[in-house]
């Protein structure tokens, strides 16, 4: 028997604010593209949609990836984490991820590590 959507839902461990941090890279290169967070309403939608639904932390509202760019976020796939607390989206993207206008919002300052040796 395949679990409902409120069963997968109910294993995800949302912070106090009721948010969960989702991690989303491109399904087939691997690429992580941007991070940006989902309460369980937009987890719903974008599980039940097919298209990838955030919680706008700064605007308090729903916000489906492309509505207004046209730069789309299609699912190909969703996992939790080990602790449930982090989700990671496969998605194909259509254009840019990033509010910047860019592919990946991870392009921007490199901290410059010490690379470790092995």
């Known amino acids: 028997m395949t679990e409902s959507i409120d069963e997968r ?50 605007r308090q509202e729903y916000w489906r990836k492309g509505d207004t760019s046209g730069h789309i976020q299609l699912v190909r796939g969703a996992r939790l984490d080990c602790d449930g607390d982090a989700v990671l989206l496969l998605v194909e993207q259509v254009g840019a991820a990033c509010h910047t206008g860019t592919r990946t919002c991870f392009d921007a300052d490199d901290l410059d590590p010490v690379v470790a040796v092995s």
């Open 9 to 58: 839902i109910a294993r995800v461990s949302f912070d106090a604010n009721g948010l969960v941090a989702a991690i989303v890279q491109q399904h087939d290169t691997r690429e992580v593209l941007m991070l940006a967070w989902m309460d369980a309403e937009a987890l719903r939608r974008t599980l039940m949609s097919g298209r990838v639904t955030y919680w706008s932390r700064s």
